[in-house]
């Protein structure tokens, strides 16, 4: 389970806001995942609970927001969002794509408890 890495990752980078704003703790935090991004979106969940007694997120509610799969045809230029991956462009069906999103793995916003 790579997700405590990346929960890992995250809280460090928490930690980092925590000190830099000279606030106690976090109390929420946002992030973005994409289908393609390496990441289970509830192995994160999972490994977010497993790790974050005695850190800054400890009382800290995570937000994930899962991010669509996006596509660009280079044939008919048809942008369209897609559940899953699919090598032909629904508009002309050409295979001639560009991902444009869906690999996201990003700590969006955090929320912060202060004086």
Do not use: Q
């Not at 980092?16 to 973005?32: C, D, Y």
């Not at 899953?84 to 869906?102: K, N």
């Amino acid at each position: 389970m790579h997700e405590l890495s990346v929960v890992a990752s995250f809280v460090e980078t928490v930690e980092g806001l925590v000190r830099e704003h000279k606030a106690k703790s976090a109390t929420a935090i946002w992030i973005k995942v994409g289908p393609l991004s390496g990441v289970v979106p509830e192995l994160l969940e999972s490994a977010f609970d497993m790790y974050r007694k005695g850190t800054v997120v400890e009382n800290a509610r995570l937000v994930v927001e899962k991010t669509p799969l996006k596509a660009l045809c280079r044939a008919c230029r048809a942008e369209t969002e897609r559940a899953d991956y699919s090598p032909a462009c629904p508009a002309c069906g050409s295979t001639d794509l560009e991902l444009t999103g869906g690999t996201d793995l990003i700590l969006e916003r955090v929320e912060l408890e202060t004086d």
